[in-house]
């Protein structure tokens, strides 16, 4: 496989495909595709909603191009699947997407191709259910003259310090030679280093535990501190004096959504059902943290009653991203916040830096205001670790009236009379 010589298509320009096609394109031509033309238009245009790519980094590729035109990438040998894999209302998977993308690259297949899948899914999905529809339509075979390769991403969106070049990539493959050539493929981009996975299944567990444990790590956390709160004890100060041992590991209580860890467990539980096993401890912990903002709604309810505030709060919420310094919203949990305090006819506002990039409808829908200059609000919940609100501080409390209080969900502020937390 010479480098020089491949032609790479990406499907999928989100948050995973966006950046791993910029990198790739510093060293072969890229097709970006993706079937919503809008953000093709965006990005040829140089622009990224997701705030991931600054404006000059696009303006400097020379090796990449942009389509929703699907007949553009039958010039590629290696096709590198990123969509979205979503839940649907019950919390079972949503593989339409990923199907999706599958039967639209395996219309335009050619021997000897290549197609790799980075998408989060349940360990079998890749061969079991991606692998028949490619050889049903391309009349190729797998592992004779089709190559089915798995490599997990490991995005962190948000984070400018740890970019996707940093962080060490696992690949697998259909066979050995297959895993070879996408372990080579991955290393002219990946600096922090390649760990080879036996198969494309193990490849695929490893990639849904990561943000299960991390799950369940975090209801730990938020179960600690609704048990401290009943007994009165400060949760952080607990933490940070487990914290001194050398082996406590550090986690904070929050409202825990996003399509990664909000998302992910539950592709291993409705697998795990499947084959006969019922899961308890992963589902209790993904059961808890999606009822936090229920939690966090009573007690602050808990708290304005004992203040004898009135029964109808203004109330400000500070962030709306599912994670901090991050513009994406998707099943994030303050919004489900925010839904509480609005079945209740209460005055709900919203803000959040990252407003700019999101569409009128949804900033009608939340009440996102432009600016934090109004005050007089009853209660002010911090909600996403955002830097723009730790560099507030103390500034958060004057967004209070003389009654009011400020609940900190995510500990940016000292605890004290004003400022109460999970």
Known sequence: MKLEKLNIGIIGMGYVGLPLAIEFSKKVKVLGFDINSERINQLKKKIDITNEVSKKELSNLKKISFSSNFKDLINCKIYIITVPTPINYNNKPNLKPLIRATNLVSKILKKNDIVIYESTVFPGTTEEICGPILEKSS????????????????????DKNKKITDIVKITSGSNPKTKKAVTKLYSTIIKAGIYEAETIKIAEAAKIIENTQRDLNIALVNELSLIFKKM?????????????????IPFRPGLVGGHCIGVDPYYLTYKSKQ?????????????????????????????AEKRKMNSKLKVLILGLT????????????????FDHFKKKKMKVSCFDPFCKFWNKEFKKKYNVIENINKKNFDVVIIAVKHKYFIKLKEKIYKLCNPKGFVYDIKYILPENNNNYRL
């Open 139 to 158: 009349g190729l075979k797998i592992n004779k003259n089709l190559f089915l390769g798995y490599s997990p991403e490991r995005i962190n969106p948000g």
């Open 232 to 248: 009165k004890i400060s949760t952080e100060k607990v933490l940070k004096a487990a914290e001194t041992k050398w082996n406590f």
């Open 275 to 303: 084959i006969g096993y019922n899961p308890q401890i992963i589902l209790a912990g993904r059961n808890l943290n999606n009822q936090m903002p229920s939690k966090v709604f009573r007690d602050i309810i808990s708290l």
């Open 322 to 337: 599912f994670k901090e310094n991050c513009p994406d919203t998707r099943n994030s949990k303050s919004l489900d916040l």
